[in-house]
């Protein structure tokens, strides 16, 4: 499931069967059962996208930390006329759980719901970590996060694209992504994410 709901397109039985290091039929199975339950769904190529019913799970998934981030995502996305997201710690792994684009932008970079990556990777991450107590052996910049309130990377998820994000508390984190190399006012995007932070968590 994983395979199909991150993937940037359209994914075939056969490549699903070779990134699971599974027998093609096994997969095929397994992409029926998902398909019957609206999880996943076909192009008219025949090849597998998420489903539509993934909608209505992900409504569920931090309902509160969503409700009280959406409009702030919004006001973030616009104001700084960048890609805003949410983040949340599932287990090793950062989990974007929300994103809102801005309006009025002719082109921007999108930053898809369900897309993960390594915790300890990443401005959203780091953030997240920033959020907790800290811990012997992590990385330099969670202790400089923790520090400082804020986090900073660059092509360690995605290459070509810089981050920065704020922890909200130990709930989650709020994020906005660049192009890496575009001239941007730090100072005034951290203000603003502080500032969101802040206002997520007492809408909670």
């Known amino acids: 499931m994983d395979f199909v709901a991150t993937s940037d397109r359209a994914v075939s039985v056969d490549a699903t069967a070779e990134a699971l290091g599974l027998h093609r039929s096994i997969v095929y199975r397994l992409l029926r059962t998902l398909e019957h339950r609206h999880l996943v769904e076909r192009d008219a190529e025949g090849d597998f996208l998420p489903g539509t019913y993934l909608a209505?799970?992900?409504?569920?998934?931090?309902?509160?930390?969503?409700?009280?981030?959406?409009?702030?995502?919004?006001?973030?996305?616009?104001?700084?006329?960048?890609?805003?997201?949410?983040?949340?710690?599932?287990?090793?792994?950062?989990?974007?759980?929300?994103?809102?684009?801005?309006?009025?932008?002719?082109?921007?970079?999108?930053?898809?719901?369900?897309?993960?990556?390594?915790?300890?990777?990443?401005?959203?991450?780091i953030a997240l970590l920033a959020g907790r107590p800290a811990v012997a052996g992590e990385r330099p910049e969670v202790a400089r996060a923790r520090d400082a309130g804020w986090a900073q990377s660059r092509a360690e998820v995605i290459p070509g694209l810089a981050a920065i994000a704020v922890p909200i508390g130990d709930q989650g984190a709020i994020a906005v992504l660049w192009l890496a190399g575009t001239p941007v006012d730090r100072t005034a995007i951290v203000d603003r994410l502080k500032s969101a932070a802040a206002k997520i968590s007492l809408r909670q």
């Open 56 to 125: 209505v799970l992900s409504r569920s998934v931090r309902r509160s930390l969503r409700a009280a981030a959406a409009p702030v995502l919004a006001g973030v996305a616009e104001e700084l006329q960048m890609t805003s997201f949410l983040v949340v710690a599932d287990g090793d792994e950062a989990v974007t759980v929300d994103s809102v684009e801005p309006t009025s932008l002719d082109a921007h970079v999108a930053y898809r719901p369900g897309t993960r990556h390594p915790i300890d990777r990443g401005a959203p991450g």
